[in-house]
């Protein structure tokens, strides 16, 4: 099968740089990244939610502007070099993505770690991690708080998402005397997704129901059915579990209190398979080049790829 010279100049003069400026982004976030966010004592501390999201989306804009549009700009469109350029600049940028997303959450839990601690007391003496295996708690059931987020989303906002969130302080011994201020919490969560489109009156009865039915829960949950802790990291999740906090003890809390979710099953599972992914982006995204290429035409050439024409 013989396949055209101009297609191969085509793809030599889009797909190198695209995998240079592509890899070079990548590792240039997570450098950034570690840095600044992830050390054990970091600067910054900023929402894991805008990291495995919006950081990923915008962050390419800037290379893809600098390094990859003025190879576009040399190739020839029949619908215009604008549109067409504005095409392959959204075609790097969805293979940046599909690289940068799956890569963020890789990181998440890359540098994270699991301690091992008698009870919550030793936390602070220790370093910053984000997992926790605490051996002797106890949870005050008779101290909690609530408290509930509403998201609309979906193309058309049809969807309703509604969450959850419980707290309860964590002691060190069932027969400790609260003397201070907990700042240990036991967080859980609920979610649950209905219909944006019913009426207000449907969605109320819908939501109150769902409340009703988590509080159920709680007042049989078992605290010490878990694996480990997570120590919640700057995100959506702990700003909500703080606003629980904040209403159980009906005073303002601020970064000193520590939010601790139970999790379940084995730790060297989160994450798995982000790599992958990863790699698998950066072939969708090639893979898309390969068929955007085969219309446009070299703009000016030089001399020695002329010859292989």
Same mark, same amino acid.
């Given at each position: 099968? /013989?396949?055209?010279?101009?297609?191969?100049? %085509?793809?030599?003069?889009?797909?190198?740089?695209?995998?240079?400026?592509?890899?070079?982004?990548?590792?240039?976030?997570?450098?950034?990244?570690?840095?600044?966010?992830?050390?054990?004592?970091?600067?910054?501390?900023? &929402?894991?939610?805008?990291?495995?999201?919006?950081?990923?989306? =915008?962050?390419?804009?800037?290379?893809?502007?600098?390094?990859?549009k003025p190879r576009f700009d040399t190739l020839e469109y029949k619908a215009g070099k604008n549109h067409g350029s504005w095409q392959m600049q959204c075609i790097a940028w969805i293979g940046m993505i599909a690289m940068l997303i799956p890569s963020q959450y890789y990181l998440t839990t890359f540098?994270?770690?699991?301690?091992?601690?008698?009870?919550?007391?030793?936390?602070?003496?220790?370093?910053?991690?984000?997992?926790?295996?605490?051996?002797?708690?106890?949870?005050?059931?008779?101290?909690?708080?609530?408290?509930?987020?509403?998201?609309?989303?979906?193309?058309?906002?049809?969807?309703?998402?509604?969450?959850?969130?419980?707290?309860?302080?964590?002691?060190?011994?069932?027969?400790?005397?609260?003397?201070?201020?907990?700042?240990?919490?036991?967080?859980?969560?609920?979610? %649950? /997704?209905? &219909?944006?489109?019913?009426?207000?009156?449907?969605?109320?009865?819908? =939501?109150?129901?769902?409340?009703?039915?988590?509080?159920?829960?709680?007042?049989?949950?078992?605290?010490?059915?878990?694996?480990?802790?997570?120590?919640?990291?700057? &995100?959506?999740? /702990?700003?909500?579990?703080?606003?629980?906090?904040?209403?159980?003890?009906?005073?303002?809390?601020?970064?000193?209190?520590?939010?601790?979710?139970? /999790?379940?099953?084995?730790?060297?599972?989160?994450? &798995?398979?982000?790599?992958?992914?990863?790699?698998?982006?950066?072939?969708?995204?090639?893979?898309?080049?390969m068929l955007a290429l085969i219309k446009p035409r070299l703009e000016n050439p030089p001399m020695d790829e002329q010859t292989l024409s």
């Amino acid at each position: 099968m /013989r396949v055209n010279p101009n297609y191969l100049l %085509k793809l030599k003069r889009i797909l190198i740089p695209f995998a240079i400026v592509a890899w070079g982004t990548l590792l240039t976030l997570a450098f950034i990244r570690w840095w600044l966010f992830l050390d054990k004592h970091p600067i910054l501390e900023l &929402s894991e939610d805008l990291w495995q999201y919006w950081i990923p989306a =915008i962050f390419p804009w800037l290379p893809i502007l600098v390094w990859l549009k003025p190879r576009f700009d040399t190739l020839e469109y029949k619908a215009g070099k604008n549109h067409g350029s504005w095409q392959m600049q959204c075609i790097a940028w969805i293979g940046m993505i599909a690289m940068l997303i799956p890569s963020q959450y890789y990181l998440t839990t890359f540098n994270a770690k699991l301690l091992e601690v008698k009870n919550v007391k030793e936390i602070s003496k220790q370093e910053r991690v984000r997992y926790y295996r605490i051996n002797e708690f106890a949870v005050y059931k008779f101290i909690g708080g609530v408290h509930y987020t509403l998201w609309k989303n979906g193309k058309f906002n049809q969807n309703l998402d509604i969450d959850i969130y419980f707290v309860n302080p964590i002691l060190t011994h069932k027969k400790q005397f609260i003397t201070m201020t907990p700042r240990y919490w036991y967080g859980v969560t609920f979610h %649950k /997704r209905i &219909s944006n489109l019913n009426n207000q009156q449907t969605k109320q009865r819908r =939501i109150k129901a769902f409340f009703d039915e988590c509080v159920k829960k709680m007042q049989t949950y078992d605290y010490y059915k878990l694996d480990y802790f997570e120590h919640k990291p700057a &995100s959506d999740d /702990r700003k909500h579990f703080r606003i629980a906090v904040q209403y159980a003890l009906r005073k303002p809390v601020n970064n000193d209190f520590v939010i601790l979710q139970p /999790r379940k099953g084995p730790l060297e599972l989160r994450g &798995s398979g982000k790599i992958a992914w990863t790699f698998g982006g950066f072939a969708f995204g090639v893979m898309l080049f390969m068929l955007a290429l085969i219309k446009p035409r070299l703009e000016n050439p030089p001399m020695d790829e002329q010859t292989l024409s």
